[in-house]
Each structure stands twice: as structure tokens, then as C-alpha cells.
T-cell receptor, first 116, second 114 residues
Framework: NAGVTQTPKFQVLKTGQSMTLQCAQD?????MSWYRQDPGMGLRLIHY???????DQGEVPNGYNVSRSTTEDFPLRLLSAAPSQTSVYFC???????????????FGQGTRLTVV | AQKITQTQPGMFVQEKEAVTLDCTYD???????LFWYKQPSSGEMIFLIY??????QNATEGRYSLNFQKARKSANLVISASQLGDSAMYFC???????????FGKGTRLSVIA
């Protein structure tokens, strides 16, 4: 029962490097999202997807790209890493049925990213 | 506009006492859900409790209860009989109806003192 799996757990990047944070879920959830967590800021939404082939921007999308080619996977790409992207990244999935808001989100374990 | 407001950056509570963590929200959608998550020092996000906007009764889950005051747009989390293991960050979150994302407050750090 894997749930939501994020890889890697830790990553150090140099400024300007690119990388992809992986997120996979095995619960057949339609809804997936990426958040970043910074001290005192809570969790802020980066991008989200309501199904394969559909993505949308959240509160802080700049510097990040996403795609959703399958139901299971929702990778987050950092195009050119900056120190301001140092953060803890969480992937979450849920399955709101018929637009009802009641389903909780299941979270991955997080990726701690440091950009130097 | 901030949709979820948690005004208590940090709280202390004595072991075995009850504690209330505040959360206010803002929405014009009549259909919405309110959630509380716990994040211990290990970092994972743990779902605690859910309250729907149409629910007539306050939600309860073990030692957790949600004091839902719809007219005041507040959804406070009450933890009864606090335990040392309750020390953690607590986040209030809301999802409006439709395919909308979960929006979080900034969190409250709870410290339980022996």
C-alpha cells in the first residue's frame, strides 16, 4: 500500500541546474498537486492537475513546470534552480467525487531541496 | 486574499489539558470542506479531521473535535487531554466545491509541556 511516493527525499542543486521531482500515486486518484513549504508560510500551491492531460497554476508557479501524461504520475520540473526555490516540496493526491470537497488529500513524504 | 487564517503561530499546553487551535476562513462558495492536518517533526502530513459546510454536527475523531461556527466562518480544532506526542505543527485547510485545490493556512506550532 504505497500511497503517494516522492523521489528523491533530499537533493542539493547548484544555481542554474534543472531537475525533476517525481511523484507517483497508486490510488487511481484524479487530483494531484504540488506544494512548497517554507518556514512561517504554510503550504503554498505550485501547480495542480484534475486529471491526465490537464494542469493548472497555483499560487506560486513561476520557475516550475508540470505535466500529467498518466493518472499515476505528476512530475515537477525546476527549469533553472534558484536559491529562492530552497524549500520542502510535497506532492498530494485526492479523489474529489463529482466535485464534492470532502475527500482529504494524501501526501507524499516530501522532498527537501537546497539550491546553493 | 488569504482564504485561511491561523492567528496563533505558537501555542503551549500542559499535558492532559485541552487546547483550541484557531482557524478562520473566507469563501463565497456554499459548498466547501475544512480539514486539519498534523505535521510532526518527522515532516509527514497526517490528516486529522474533516468538516463539510453542510454538516449539521461538529466533526469528532477520537480526541480531536472541530468547533464549526459557520456564521463566524471559523473552524477551530480542539484537542482534548493533550499528550506529549501532540507536539507538532497543525494546519487548517479548505477546499471549495468543484475541482478546486486544497488551500492551507500558515500553521500553528503546538508544544505540549509535561
Amino acid at each position: 500500500n504505497a500511497g503517494v511516493t516522492q523521489t528523491p527525499k533530499f537533493q542539493v542543486l547548484k544555481t542554474g541546474q534543472s531537475m525533476t521531482l517525481q511523484c507517483a500515486q497508486d490510488m487511481n486518484h484524479e487530483y494531484m498537486s504540488w506544494y512548497r513549504q517554507d518556514p512561517g508560510m504554510g503550504l503554498r500551491l505550485i501547480h495542480y492537475s484534475v486529471g491526465a492531460g490537464i494542469t493548472d497554476q497555483g499560487e506560486v508557479p513561476n520557475g516550475y513546470n508540470v505535466s500529467r501524461s498518466t493518472t499515476e504520475d505528476f512530475p515537477l520540473r525546476l527549469l533553472s534552480a534558484a536559491p529562492s526555490q530552497t524549500s520542502v516540496y510535497f506532492c498530494a493526491s485526492s479523489s474529489p467525487s463529482g466535485g464534492a470537497p470532502h475527500t482529504e488529500a494524501f501526501f507524499g513524504q516530501g522532498t527537501r531541496l537546497t539550491v546553493v | 486574499a488569504q482564504k485561511i487564517t491561523q492567528t496563533q503561530p505558537g501555542m503551549f499546553v500542559q499535558e492532559k489539558e485541552a487546547v483550541t487551535l484557531d482557524c478562520t476562513y473566507d469563501t463565497s462558495d456554499p459548498s466547501y470542506g475544512l480539514f486539519w492536518y498534523k505535521q510532526p517533526s518527522s515532516g509527514e502530513m497526517i490528516f486529522l479531521i474533516y468538516q463539510g459546510s453542510y454538516d449539521q454536527q461538529n466533526a469528532t475523531e477520537g480526541r480531536y473535535s472541530l468547533n464549526f461556527q459557520k456564521a463566524r466562518k471559523s473552524a477551530n480544532l480542539v484537542i482534548s487531554a493533550s499528550q506529549l506526542g501532540d507536539s507538532a505543527m497543525y494546519f487548517c485547510a479548505m477546499r471549495e466545491g468543484g475541482n478546486t485545490p486544497l488551500v492551507f493556512g500558515k500553521g500553528t506550532r503546538l508544544s505540549v509541556i509535561a
